[in-house]
């Protein structure tokens, strides 16, 4: 055996999962193909509009699959699956009323100005809209915290790899995200986009077998519905709606107006229509329609990504032998933690090759999350800050390089970043936290930009930057007096996930009101500073030549339909 | 200056999962003859059938994109 795999496999004497040299040879042929991939598209980036945006030549299939897979991580799946396996089906609304409406509302209302615009990115859409200063404060933000929640990932990644396979972490982190470098600096967001969608694929063939033989075993979803109960003493692990009548009432502590208000709309807008990290796949698109189309046809996937991530969770509670807990109580007693229950139910359904096969969908979800963030990384960097405020006249290919280079610094800092999270475990959650400070204000401002022509560039930077100081504001006090939690949430049941849904609305709220406020003291741009920006100055193409099928919003309105009848069925 | 042609993303995702799925079966019928492995509903040959499978959506896949099929 090659001395590598030997470091690979020996690091760890205690593991999950064994590998066969044919699971060990699939994972590899894996890496393989995407080098090759970065390789063969190098000559396809070698202009900017190449390198950052992928020549704006994505069909909508791919432009929607590269959308909906540079958000499915690994942590992601693994995550998920965990939380399923703790709060039941509740996880579900992070993708359904979690996802779906944003994801519509993205592709039919806010994406003809993201592309009539012509921006390069989200905070490039800020410049044209607001000016200088808020394009600043949401660049810096999205480039510090990207490559920060990078690493973070990228840690975590390589910890489930140590407990479930044995591989030693300096291997799983440097491996993988040297690949990552490698083929997103070579052909940068073409390279990432083409290998995201072909690891959308790999995730789903390598994920599928658990739901599938899962009920098969459970004996279909009624009886896996009695088992639960059955297991647990209590029938409410497998409703959406019916326990969130009360904070006191579910799993997770929450009330559905946090929900519907925190998540369904804040949370849910924030991410999914500002963050640049998935909006860059869909202003790849080569037209307005297919960048419309793109993140409806990411909706309709992402509708059914709970049937390999959710239900795994749930076949879990009624099959496995075991019983899952949290991370310490795990370690003190030996067993095994939620965290590891995607892997668990691999192991128990899969053979030789399937085990590899499922491995490598988890690898291929770290490393389309990591490739996302860098290729983000880069282009935020290269056109909003060393563009804006560094060097302002270079040539195209200067610019081109610096995206290159800065592939690469950002894989580095990521994994110095997880270095760091290695020594000292507390920072993980500081960051996670900082990254939530600026999802839902940098909603509200380009909410506002998009439907409002009144609000100025004045209104624009102080409420995106009092949004982001309350959510601080608000953060710090609970830190400092847990009983705060009370007052933000509006009970003393609240827990910990409803705390972030409130955090986020308040932050909202803030963010629109002084927003309004100084727009209407602060003098207010001509309709010909708005053309292409604003809803009302903007000529938006008619679809009305098209055939119905043809029109993006026929499938956004078939989408909403399947989603509305979804929640009624699991209600 | 022309770009030049550009094989698609879905030959070489028809390529891998042949590939794969080449491996899978072969794996599994080598498991299913030895009596090796046994996971829960291992009846079931899933491993047989998820790599045919594999080889099938791969075959027709590099079948559909392959460049040859969309030079001129």
């Known amino acids: 055996m090659p001395p590598f795999l030997c470091l690979l496999l020996d690091a760890s004497p205690s593991k999950l999962i064994s590998l066969s040299t044919v699971d060990l040879v699939i994972i590899a042929i894996y890496f393989v193909v995407v080098l090759m991939i970065g390789y063969y598209l190098k000559g396809q980036a070698e202009t900017g509009e190449d390198f950052f945006l992928a020549g704006r030549e994505m069909t909508a299939w791919i432009a929607g699959l590269s959308f909906l897979s540079a958000n499915l991580g690994s942590l992601e799946l693994m995550g998920w699956a965990a939380a399923a396996y703790q709060y039941g089906l509740l996880a579900a609304h992070w993708y359904w009323i979690g996802a779906i409406p944003a994801m519509l509302f993205l592709g039919i209302v806010m994406m003809p100005f993201y592309y009539i615009s012509k921006t390069h990115s989200v905070p490039g859409y800020l410049k044209l809209r607001f000016g200088e200063s808020s394009r600043a404060l949401a660049a810096i933000s999205f480039a510090f915290m990207t490559v920060l929640m990078s690493g973070i990932n990228m840690y975590s990644m390589a910890l489930v790899m140590k407990v479930v396979l044995g591989w030693d972490i300096n291997f799983s982190i440097w491996v993988s995200s040297l690949t990552v470098a490698i083929y997103v600096a070579l052909g940068g967001l073409r390279s990432a986009i083409f290998n995201e969608v072909l690891q959308f694929v790999l995730i789903w063939l390598g994920a599928l077998l658990i739901p599938i033989l899962g009920l098969i075993e459970a004996g279909g979803w009624g009886k896996l519905q009695q088992q639960i109960a059955t297991n647990l003493g209590r029938s409410d692990y497998t409703h959406l709606w019916t326990t969130l009548g009360s904070f006191s009432d579910n799993p997770m502590g929450i009330h559905w107006t946090g929900i519907i208000l925190g998540l369904g709309f804040v949370i849910s807008f924030g991410y999914w229509t500002t963050d640049f990290l998935v909006v860059q796949r869909v202003l790849a698109a080569k037209d307005l329609r297919s960048a419309k189309m793109a993140p409806i046809i990411g909706a309709g996937f992402k509708m059914m990504v709970p049937f390999i991530v959710i239900l795994p969770g749930l076949l879990a509670l009624a099959v496995l032998p075991v019983k899952l807990t949290g991370e310490g109580a795990a370690v003190a007693s030996g067993g095994h933690s939620y965290n590891e229950v995607l892997p668990l139910m691999l192991a128990r359904y899969c053979g030789p090759g399937l085990l590899g096969l499922g491995i490598t969908a988890l690898i291929a979800g770290f490393m389309s999350g990591m490739a996302g963030n860098v290729s983000a990384f880069a282009t935020v960097w290269t056109y909003d800050l060393y563009r804006a405020f560094v060097r302002k006249d270079a040539s195209d290919a200067h610019y081109v390089n610096m995206g290159r280079w800065c592939t690469v610094v950002g894989v580095l800092v990521s994994i110095g970043t997880a270095y760091l999270v290695m020594q000292f475990q507390s920072i993980m959650d500081y960051v996670q936290a900082l990254f939530s400070f600026f999802i839902a204000p940098l909603f509200g401002t380009v909410i506002l930009g998009m439907l409002w022509k009144r609000a100025t560039p004045a209104g624009g930077f102080w409420g995106l930057l009092a949004g982001t100081g309350s959510s601080i504001a608000m953060w710090a006090w609970v830190k400092l007096d847990p009983s705060a939690l009370s007052i933000i949430a509006l009970s003393p049941h609240a827990r910990d996930m409803a705390e972030n849904m409130y955090r986020a609305l308040w932050s909202w709220i803030v963010c629109v009101v002084v927003t309004v406020a100084v727009s209407y003291m602060t003098k207010p741009l001509s309709d010909n500073q708005l053309t292409g920006l604003v809803y009302g100055c903007t000529d938006i193409p008619s679809e009305g030549d098209l055939a119905l099928y043809q029109r993006p919003i026929f499938w956004a309105g078939l989408i909403a339909v399947v989603f509305v009848i979804i929640n009624i069925i699991f209600w | ?72």
């Open chain 2, 1 to 72: 200056m022309a770009k030049k042609q550009q094989i698609s993303i879905w030959f070489f995702i028809g390529g891998l999962l042949t590939v794969y799925g080449v491996l899978i079966l072969g794996a599994s019928l080598y498991d299913y003859n030895s009596l090796g492995t046994r996971v829960v509903l291992s009846e079931l040959h899933i491993g047989v059938w998820w790599g045919a499978l594999l080889v099938i959506l791969g075959a027709v896949y590099s079948y559909m994109f392959a460049p040859w099929r969309h030079s001129k």
